[in-house]
């Protein structure tokens, strides 16, 4: 056999379009809701296709993980990656929050929705999601140091906490208007700051 012919069936489906597609299956229906049945369904593909492409269930997660990590800095995170950003970047980054944790068919932030389901059960999980929340914190304390901000890792820190209880009331079903109620309570904080 020629080592120049593909081995096996060639995939019948865009990877990371797949990927995208199974991100908000686990964001829509958490993880003990996205069982391999609706995995089948909302992907398009069988069992066995799933397993082959992406592992089993666990393996998926971590993809669907790393995948959503990778969206969340594009479409969020990124307002605060300037290393001169300050007040402007931290109220971009609030209203895209809001935006993020309220759009259709999404309540609050994948990650710390998985942690919540699965718990301390998880190591590799937790450690993902404590890297999450240093890089968030450094971020906010870099943002409130370039504005001379007095104390500014007290203000990370609750900043972090309000991004924190601004997913938590989302996943628990809050409606729009409120969210965006506590993105104007927190951009009204920030405006007593500079």
Same mark, same amino acid.
């Given at each position: 056999?020629?080592?120049?012919?593909?081995?096996?069936?060639?995939?019948?489906?865009?990877?990371?379009?797949?990927?995208?597609?199974?991100?908000?299956?686990?964001?829509?229906?958490?993880?003990?809701?996205?069982?391999?049945?609706?995995?089948?369904?909302?992907?398009?593909?069988?069992?066995?296709?799933?397993?082959?492409?992406?592992?089993?269930?666990?393996?998926?997660?971590?993809?669907?993980?790393?995948?959503?990590?990778?969206?969340?800095?594009?479409?969020?995170?990124?307002?605060?990656?300037?290393?001169?950003?300050?007040?402007?970047?931290?109220?971009?980054?609030?209203?895209?929050?809001? !935006?993020?944790?309220?759009?259709?068919?999404? =309540?609050?932030? *994948?990650?710390? &929705?998985?942690?919540?389901?699965? /718990? $301390?059960?998880?190591?590799?999980?937790?450690?993902?999601?404590?890297?999450?929340?240093?890089?968030?914190?450094?971020?906010?304390?870099?943002?409130?140091?370039?504005?001379?901000?007095?104390?500014? !890792?007290?203000?990370?820190?609750?900043?972090? =906490?309000?991004? *924190?209880?601004? &997913?938590?009331?989302?996943?628990? /079903? $809050?409606?729009?208007?409120?969210?965006?109620?506590?993105?104007?309570?927190?951009?009204?904080?920030?405006?007593?700051?500079?």
């Amino acid at each position: 056999m020629s080592s120049n012919q593909p081995v096996g069936r060639p995939r019948l489906f865009d990877e990371a379009e797949t990927l995208d597609r199974a991100v908000d299956v686990f964001w829509r229906l958490g993880t003990k809701g996205t069982t391999t049945r609706v995995l089948e369904s909302e992907l398009g593909m069988t069992q066995s296709s799933i397993y082959n492409a992406f592992g089993d269930k666990g393996a998926l997660l971590d993809r669907v993980i790393d995948r959503y990590l990778e969206r969340l800095d594009d479409e969020v995170v990124s307002a605060l990656d300037d290393s001169a950003a300050g007040f402007d970047d931290l109220h971009a980054f609030i209203d895209d929050v809001v !935006q993020w944790v309220t759009g259709v068919d999404k =309540a609050g932030c *994948l990650l710390l &929705n998985t942690s919540g389901e699965v /718990g $301390a059960e998880d190591p590799k999980l937790v450690s993902i999601a404590t890297a999450y929340r240093d890089r968030l914190r450094s971020l906010f304390l870099r943002a409130f140091s370039n504005e001379g901000v007095f104390e500014p !890792q007290h203000h990370a820190e609750a900043l972090l =906490a309000a991004m *924190l209880g601004m &997913n938590i009331a989302a996943r628990s /079903g $809050a409606p729009k208007d409120e969210i965006e109620a506590l993105g104007q309570a927190l951009h009204h904080q920030l405006s007593l700051l500079g």
